[in-house]
């Protein structure tokens, strides 16, 4: 049998809105994901559900859902309630609360690792690009994701849902400096590839493992990558016609990684 809560003060109900916060889902190590798909993705992935959140008019797939987490951690709650913990315009009454994993790993030994590909995102700040990229690095089955200062959270409702259940599929996911990451760099003596609109090689003509690894940098929206870490890259750059001066970061990304996955896979 489901609790239900029936009132917007009820302390539960304040928590799960606390998480729309930055501050308070790294506090609690804790995040939402909301709809029928992506729920279903979570439910279906390793990742421990605190609690789940539905209106009574469900439909039978999340129903379903429901059927897969532990009764006492369900709760019924009342249609105005929902559109209270939601962050959607059009909610699909069921919403998860989800615990974060540890991210832990060696990237000094991904780095040194043969045909490794690690994208590095310098600044990424449109949730919708970085969102993007996650469900591309995904489906290009890359090693590893290093997430520089400036990029927006990794688990912001509107990166979680532009991700379309990539969130829960992720090669290890490191939050660092840029500091920290050039002294990675520099124990590791790795060279870097940074996508550049200017002064950069055709991608087409480089081998992206020409050091055994592929340490593949992405910046910016507006900026590019940052200039200290141009300084110490290979700088690349897609071909453009008819006076095209860049594309979306997210669409860059992709670009680059099937072509890094096109020679790993030609090489085996």
């Known amino acids: 049998m489901n609790d239900r809560i029936l009132s917007a003060s009820n302390p539960k109900i304040k928590f799960v809105t606390s ?16 709809g029928i798909r992506l729920c279903e ?18 439909e039978p797939r999340g129903l379903k859902i429901l059927e897969s987490i532990n009764s006492r951690k369900c709760f019924e709650v ?48 449109d949730p919708g690009n970085l969102g993007t990229i996650l469900r591309t690095s995904v489906a290009a089955d890359i090693d ?11 688990f912001s409702g509107k990166v979680i849902r532009s ?33 550049s609109v200017e002064n950069g090689i055709n991608f087409f003509n480089v081998d992206l493992f020409e050091s055994g690894g592929s340490i593949l940098i992405f910046g910016n929206e ?11 890259s290979k700088k690349i750059s897609i071909p453009m016609k008819n006076s095209m001066e860049s594309l979306n970061v997210a669409v860059s990304t992709s670009i680059i990684l099937y072509e890094a996955m096109r020679q790993r896979a030609f090489s085996e």
Do not use: H, W, Y
Request: proline share 3%.
């Open 222 to 232: 507006a900026n590019g990558v940052s200039e200290d870490l141009l300084k110490i």
């Open 163 to 195: 991700s379309m259940g990539a969130i829960f599929k992720l090669p290890p996911t490191i939050k660092m400096s840029r500091k920290d990451f050039i002294e990675i760099l520099d124990r590791t003596k790795k060279i870097p590839i940074a996508a």
């Open 78 to 125: 009342s249609e105005s309630i929902f559109i209270k913990i939601s962050e959607t315009q059009s909610p699909q009454g069921i919403l998860l609360v989800v615990r974060m994993k540890d991210q832990n790993c060696d990237l000094e030994k991904i780095f040194q690792r043969e045909k490794s590909i690690t994208i590095v995102l310098d600044s990424i700040q």
């Open 41 to 58: 993705t979570a439910v279906e992935s390793n990742f421990e559900i605190e609690s789940a959140f539905f209106t009574s008019n469900l």
């Open 144 to 154: 590893a994701i290093i997430l520089l200062d400036g990029c927006v959270d990794l």
């Open 19 to 34: 998480l729309q916060q930055k501050k308070f889902r790294d506090r609690e190590k804790l995040f939402i994901c909301e």
